[in-house]
């Protein structure tokens, strides 16, 4: 889950019910999470809405990475080896699906380890207030984007 802090949060509103799902399933399914935030005083904490659900994960089973930039897919592969979470099938939501989240995916889906990067598009949120040449164009915006990279775009979380 990618920047859902509250120096974002109302980029992400439209989509919290989903974010809301994609965590209860991940779960359920006995998933592992990260929870990354861009360090920034500016931006804040994960959102409260958010981290109620991310508690109820096993301490074992979840842990935070603090980026600096729009990318954080370096600093969850550090914390996956650190944490031995598995890094074969990767899932990413959060915001925003033109900047953060695609730059993730994208360094993710580079790595050796992962076999397959997926967005999970349902869950994933853009500020459309920043001019987004690619916000909502499925057909020729940052979807093509996605998939010129090998990223996965799914609509739901399996």
Same mark, same amino acid.
Request: net charge negative; proline share 2%.
């Given at each position: 889950?990618?920047?859902? $802090? %509250?120096?974002?949060?109302?980029?992400?509103? =439209?989509? $919290?019910? !989903?974010?809301?799902?994609?965590?209860?399933?991940?779960? *359920?399914? +006995?998933?592992?999470?990260?929870?990354?935030?861009?360090? &920034?005083?500016?931006?804040? *904490?994960?959102?409260?809405?958010?981290? !109620?659900?991310?508690? @109820?994960? /096993? #301490?074992? =089973?979840? +842990?935070?990475?603090?980026?600096? +930039?729009?990318? +954080?897919?370096?600093?969850?592969? #550090? #914390?996956? @080896?650190?944490?031995?979470? /598995?890094?074969e099938h990767l899932q990413v939501?959060?915001?925003? =699906?033109? %900047?953060?989240?695609? #730059?993730?995916?994208?360094?993710?889906?580079?790595?050796? &380890?992962?076999?397959?990067?997926?967005?999970?598009?349902?869950?994933? &949120?853009?500020?459309?207030?920043?001019?987004? =040449? %690619?916000?909502?164009?499925? !057909?020729?915006?940052? %979807? !093509?984007h996605y998939r010129a990279h090998?990223?996965?775009?799914?609509?739901? /979380?399996?």
């Amino acid at each position: 889950m990618i920047d859902v $802090q %509250y120096g974002f949060w109302d980029n992400a509103r =439209r989509v $919290q019910g !989903e974010l809301a799902r994609a965590l209860i399933l991940a779960l *359920k399914n +006995g998933d592992c999470l990260l929870v990354v935030e861009l360090s &920034s005083d500016h931006f804040g *904490k994960t959102v409260l809405q958010m981290m !109620e659900i991310v508690d @109820e994960f /096993p #301490k074992d =089973r979840v +842990g935070f990475v603090h980026k600096s +930039g729009d990318s +954080g897919g370096s600093e969850i592969m #550090k #914390k996956c @080896e650190i944490r031995g979470f /598995p890094t074969e099938h990767l899932q990413v939501c959060g915001v925003n =699906r033109c %900047y953060c989240v695609f #730059k993730t995916a994208v360094q993710l889906n580079d790595h050796a &380890s992962v076999s397959k990067v997926e967005v999970l598009d349902s869950a994933v &949120s853009c500020n459309w207030l920043c001019n987004c =040449r %690619y916000h909502d164009n499925r !057909e020729h915006g940052i %979807y !093509e984007h996605y998939r010129a990279h090998g990223v996965l775009v799914n609509g739901t /979380p399996l």
